[in-house]
């Protein structure tokens, strides 16, 4: 059922802003039929389209999960508590897993080009994980003022020949802030990156009303320190929404091995005009690769490959109990595969144990 047909019905649509625990804070459609019907009787009603609701549970019986970015039917609405239930929820146009946000139109990404410096293995990785989502990837590069014009066309080069065109901004002295603004208007947007790059600082200039916690980049690790602690979603002034979420330096790459060549825009250039000669080619040493070559990113491709393979191959190793091999990790973030130690071969018996097979013991004897 479509929020037109929820809506003509008469019932109260809203979007769910943020959750905590068994609650939800859902921002009601300011131009609801409800809503609209009350101010025109001038009966009480909500100064702002605000209610912090609970979950029905005819929806935790049927396992129906409730998330940010949901659009909601709210029933039993307390205008004087400010409270609610959640009695629907619409089906969702898009859903990501890590953000947990649903219906999300874009994604946002914010990078630094200095203070911490721009690495491109980890702004790859990045790329990759927004790529696999199947959104719209919007590349913003923060701290612009601090490198001079001829860097920044350095950097714009570069990542053109990657395939984006990234926006260059600098939220200290508002520089093409505003440009930013407009790709955002009247869609849901996840903000993303890694820490201390100025995600908060971004949201703060683009709703003052956020007022999101900043932290400063760490002198001897050349990081930010992580600020955001959860998902919300803060209305935009132009119409749309954007959501900030918990900072992470290094993303899962939890995709197919097979996929993994698709989220590079300068590798589905190649394919898109060439086919390689194995249809399961992966595009490392296979003969007649239509990929293989002297792209920058080649590199990363085969790095990202060989971890995505390694998850598919743990996923494999957990999937079937009678493997002999397991993941052990090591230290600076490598991992190889042991043998596993035979179940309960190396085990100490227990004194309960070995009282109950003397026990038995004595009894044949008998």
Same mark, same amino acid.
């Given at each position: 059922?479509?929020?037109e047909n929820f809506a ?15 609650? /939800? ?36 019986? $049927? ?33 990501? =897993? ?68 990234? $926006? ?34 971004? $949201? ?47 993303? =899962?790459?939890? *995709? ?6 698709? /989220? ?16 399961? *080619? ?19 491709y085969l790095e990202f490959?060989? =971890? ?25 973030g490598q991992s190889q ?8 071969? /190396?085990?100490? $018996? ?17």
């Open positions: 059922m479509t929020g003509a019905t008469g019932q109260l649509l809203g979007t769910v802003v943020a959750v905590q625990a068994n609650f /939800y804070r859902v921002q009601l459609d300011e131009e609801d039929g409800e809503i609209r019907e009350m101010r025109e009787q001038n009966l009480p009603h909500p100064s702002y389209p605000l209610l912090l609701c609970t979950r029905r549970t005819r929806l935790k019986k $049927i396992g129906q999960q409730v998330m940010v970015g949901d659009r909601v039917v709210v029933e039993e609405p307390d205008w004087a508590g400010g409270r609610g239930a959640i009695g629907d929820v619409l089906p969702r146009q898009s859903e990501l =897993d890590r953000p947990a946000i649903a219906n999300v139109n874009q994604i946002l990404l914010v990078f630094a080009v200095a203070d911490p410096p721009l690495e491109p293995y980890q702004l790859s990785r990045f790329l990759i994980k927004a790529e696999s989502t199947g959104l719209d990837v919007l590349l913003c590069l923060n701290k612009s003022d601090l490198i001079s014009p001829q860097e920044q066309q350095q950097v714009s080069d570069r990542l053109l020949g990657w395939g984006y065109e990234p $926006i260059f901004i600098s939220v200290k002295d508002g520089i093409n802030t505003d440009q930013a603004s407009r790709y955002l208007s009247n869609k849901i947007t996840v903000i993303a990156g890694p820490s201390g790059v100025g995600k908060s600082s971004l $949201i703060n200039i683009l709703i003052e009303s956020a007022k999101l916690r900043v932290g400063e980049v760490s002198g001897k690790l050349a990081r930010g320190r992580h600020t955001t602690r959860h998902i919300e979603l803060f209305e935009l002034p132009n119409g749309g929404m954007l959501a900030d979420t918990p900072g992470f330096n290094q993303p =899962d790459m939890d *995709c197919i091995p097979e996929e993994l060549i698709h /989220y590079f825009p300068e590798a589905r250039k190649r394919l898109a005009v060439a086919s390689c000669r194995f249809s399961d *080619c992966l595009h490392r040493d296979e003969p007649e690769c239509a990929v293989r070559g002297d792209w920058e990113r080649y590199e990363h490959l060989s =971890d995505a393979i390694a998850r598919q191959t743990q996923l494999h190793q957990q999937a079937d109990p009678e493997s002999t091999m397991k993941l052990k990790s090591k230290g600076k595969y042991e043998p596993k130690l035979e179940s309960k071969k /190396y085990r100490r $018996i227990s004194r309960k144990t070995q009282l109950q097979d003397l026990q038995e013991l004595y009894r044949d004897e008998e």
